[in-house]
């Protein structure tokens, strides 16, 4: 009888225990998930960045097919400064640093083929990029000059200058798309008295549609910034004005909110919103100079801090930079070479792993052009 009671007692227990885990589980999952809620008819995800407790650690090969790397061509004419943003294509890698260089073209083995036109205020030329795309199919290049213009420039991969694009409308920042039907889409970050915010045209200056900005899209000056990732089948963008990530539906020729996050009543932080095939993602930066990167499955609206780890090369770490449906990191010799050691320490790492970051160790010097870590991103 005192056994039996003595079970019990351990049962009830057990069951407490069990119940106030589940209850605990329940909750966490609860506190990470975003949500749905309907605007303007539109469905928008809802992240509650002040309920995220946990820190997903996230598998590079969890993202993309297969890893690439290309070591650039290191002479002195391929040299990068300091690399701001990187194109790919199936034929070709467009690189700009930031300052006053032009952006520069290798081949996809890393080859470098030439500089994209020259700096300065003439034709042909530009002060700064904003923006660039490559056609594979015409081997053109489309350059978005920052920061007043009426025109894209055109190049060819043999950096002959070609027809320029005339703009409908003035701009200053701005992303744009030439499709394979010579339908020019611009999305800018407009201005007072600015006549759209998204619009497409012709290749020739025919303007096809446009959206008017409303007010609270306006910038009032050049702090601001626009992101277009091209990651899917959308025009998905996001204006720093605006706080929200918006498709382009170029069809019905209206905005259509997508993402979105909230910080339960305190003032909104530095922040980006990207978008992805499989997630959302955004990075947060505190008033401290602290930044945090967040996750939104768009399957499971689960929600988490994350951090990348390249499992696929030596657990280096990765950080998330996409765009045009690849993941792309292009690092500094020197720190891919840092990185490399550190991960050698790992007793764990397979012999096989091992030989290849010693390998990639021994044929990189500290002084060599950089280090692209690519690959296509995950569809499913």
Avoid at 40 to 69: A, F, Q, W, Y
Avoid at 136 to 144: A, E, H, Q, T
Avoid at 309 to 333: E, H
């Amino acid at each position: 009888m005192k056994i039996t009671n003595l079970l019990k007692s351990h049962l009830a227990r057990v069951i407490g225990i069990l119940i106030i885990a589940s209850v605990i589980c329940i909750q966490a999952k609860k506190d990470s998930k975003a949500r749905v809620v309907k605007i303007h008819g539109n469905e928008v995800v809802v992240c509650p960045v002040n309920e995220i407790r946990d820190t997903l650690n996230i598998p590079l090969s969890n993202l993309i097919e297969s890893l690439e790397i290309v070591k650039l061509e290191t002479t002195e004419k391929a040299l990068l400064e300091n690399a701001w943003f990187t194109d790919i294509s199936g034929k070709y890698i467009c690189i700009k640093s930031r300052g006053s260089f032009p952006a520069k073209l290798f081949d996809r083995k890393g080859k470098y083929l030439c500089d994209l036109g020259k700096i300065g205020r003439g034709p042909g030329e530009y002060i700064q990029l904003y923006g660039l795309q490559i056609d594979d199919r015409k081997n053109l290049i489309y350059v978005v000059p920052f920061a007043t213009t009426k025109k894209i420039l055109v190049y060819d991969v043999n950096v002959n200058q070609q027809k320029d694009i005339p703009l409908v409308f003035t701009q200053r920042k701005f992303k744009a798309h030439v499709s394979d039907k010579s339908v020019v889409t611009v999305i800018s970050m407009p201005f007072k008295g600015d006549s759209a915010i998204c619009f497409q045209q012709t290749t020739e200056g025919k303007l096809i549609s446009r959206i008017a900005p409303s007010p609270y899209m306006l910038s009032g000056n050049f702090d601001g910034e626009v992101f277009v990732n091209h990651c899917t089948s959308e025009f998905d963008f996001f204006n720093t004005s605006i706080d929200t990530l918006y498709h382009y539906n170029t069809v019905k020729n209206k905005l259509e909110a997508r993402f979105t996050c909230e910080f339960g009543g305190e003032k909104k932080p530095i922040l980006v919103y990207r978008e992805a095939p499989l997630f959302y993602y955004a990075s947060v930066w505190s008033k401290e100079g602290k930044s945090n990167n967040l996750l939104v499955n768009k399957k499971t609206l689960d929600s988490k801090y994350f951090a990348i780890t390249n499992d696929l090369f030596g657990g280096i770490k990765a950080s998330l930079g996409i765009v045009n449906g690849y993941f792309i990191n292009n690092t500094l010799a020197i720190t891919l070479k840092n990185q490399i050691k550190s991960a050698l320490k790992n007793n764990k790492m397979t012999e096989v792993m091992r030989q290849k970051l010693s390998d990639m160790d021994t044929n990189l010097k500290i002084d060599d052009n950089n280090v692209i870590l690519l690959g296509k991103l995950k569809q499913k």
